[in-house]
């Protein structure tokens, strides 16, 4: 199997999984890039999250709808600007996401007990440079997912 093919049948393989887990926590991959992007800085518009975490503003409406009703998001006026809206973590939010970033450690993170500290490094640039080409052509490739790269 080439390894662009491998890569992809173990990406898809890993989300599959992180999936299933985030779903226990009432999270979609794009609902815990939110929280994550949003624990990171101060508040956000919902197109500045939308460049953040790699998807059109329309996609996290309902994500971002979803994350309010659960209290962990809240929406604001900006002070400056009241026609910009603005999207902050709150301390529900905040909890939550320390929860899920917990139990990922205990759940996720030892299914990849198989690989030696010593080739860490090494596959962790491997996958951070796999990910900054692919995203080249992209206006803002600085973070994936909310995760800064």
């Given at each position: 199997m080439p390894l662009s093919r491998l890569l992809a049948v173990a990406g898809h393989v890993v989300a599959i999984r992180w999936q299933r887990f985030m779903g226990g926590y009432g999270l979609t991959p794009h609902g815990l890039a939110v929280l994550a992007s949003l624990e990171h800085g101060s508040a956000l518009t919902q197109?500045?999250?939308?460049?953040?975490?790699?998807?059109?503003?329309?996609?996290?409406?309902?994500?971002?709808?979803?994350?309010?009703?659960s209290g962990w998001v809240e929406r604001g006026r900006d002070a400056?600007?009241?026609?910009?809206?603005?999207?902050?973590l709150t301390e529900t939010g905040r909890r939550h996401l320390r929860q899920v970033?917990?139990?990922?450690?205990?759940?996720?993170?030892?299914?990849?007990?198989?690989?030696?500290?010593?080739?860490?490094?090494?596959?962790?640039?491997?996958?951070?440079?796999?990910?900054?080409?692919?995203?080249?052509?992209?206006?803002?490739?600085?973070?994936?997912?909310?995760?800064?790269?």
């Open positions: 197109r500045e999250l939308a460049r953040r975490c790699g998807v059109a503003p329309s996609t996290l409406n309902h994500t971002v709808d979803h994350l309010t009703r400056a600007d009241r026609r910009l809206v603005r999207l902050a970033q917990e139990a990922a450690d205990r759940q996720i993170e030892p299914m990849l007990d198989h690989l030696a500290p010593s080739d860490e490094p090494a596959v962790r640039r491997f996958l951070l440079e796999t990910v900054t080409r692919f995203q080249e052509m992209d206006e803002d490739h600085s973070t994936v997912l909310g995760y800064p790269l």
